[in-house]
C-alpha cells in the first residue's frame, strides 16, 4: 500500500515539475565553454571590416545562448536577437531570428510570447518542419500549464473547504 502511494507522489510531483513524461524540452543545451568561444569569436570579428562575418557570429552567439542551461544567458539572447530582428530584411534570416526568439522565450516559460513568435515564423516559412515541431511544443506546453492551473486551484478550494468544514465541526 505504501509503495502505491510513494509511486501515486511520485506521478503527481513529476507531472506538476515537467518530469513526469522525460526531459523538459528537446532542445540541445550549450554549456558555458561554447558560449565563451563564440563570444572570443564575435571580440574578434568585431575587431575587423566584414559585417557579415560580424552577423553571421552575432546569430551563433544568439543560438548558443537561447540554449544555454543558464536563465540570464537565455534572456541575453533573447535582448540581442530582439535588437537585431528588426534590422534584417533577408526572409532566410528573418525567419531563423525569430524560431531562436521562440525557442528562447520557451525556454525561459513565457509560451504565449513564444507562440507569437513561431507562429511570425512559420508566415516566413509556413513548411519549416522544426517551427512546426516547436509549435507542437508551445501548444503541449500551454495545454499542460493551463491543467496544472485548473488542478492547482481545485486543490486550493478543496484545502479552503477542509478547514472551513473543521472549523464549523469544532465551532
Do not use: N
Not at 117 to 130: F, G, H, K, M, S
Request: proline content about 2%; aromatic content about 6%.
Amino acid at each position: 500500500m505504501d509503495a502505491t502511494i510513494g509511486k501515486f507522489v511520485d506521478s503527481v510531483s513529476g507531472f506538476f515539475s515537467g518530469t513526469a513524461s522525460g526531459s523538459g524540452d528537446e532542445f540541445p543545451l550549450c554549456d558555458a565553454d561554447i558560449i565563451s568561444g563564440c563570444e572570443k569569436e564575435l571580440a574578434e570579428a568585431q575587431k575587423g571590416q566584414d559585417e557579415g562575418h560580424k552577423k553571421e557570429c552575432i546569430m551563433r552567439l544568439s543560438w548558443a545562448l537561447v540554449h544555454s542551461k543558464t536563465p540570464a544567458d537565455i534572456q541575453r539572447g533573447i535582448a540581442m536577437l530582439e535588437a537585431s530582428v528588426v534590422s534584417d530584411s533577408s526572409p532566410m534570416k528573418l525567419r531563423e531570428k525569430l524560431y531562436l526568439l521562440a525557442v528562447g522565450y520557451y525556454r525561459s516559460g513565457d509560451y504565449s510570447r513564444s507562440r507569437d513568435y513561431i507562429e511570425r515564423c512559420l508566415e516566413v516559412e509556413p513548411e519549416w518542419r522544426q517551427a512546426q515541431t516547436l509549435k507542437t511544443a508551445i501548444e503541449d506546453r500551454i495545454v499542460k500549464d493551463g491543467v496544472i492551473g485548473v488542478g492547482i486551484a481545485v486543490t486550493a478550494v478543496g484545502i479552503v473547504a477542509g478547514i472551513a468544514a473543521a472549523l464549523v465541526r469544532r465551532g
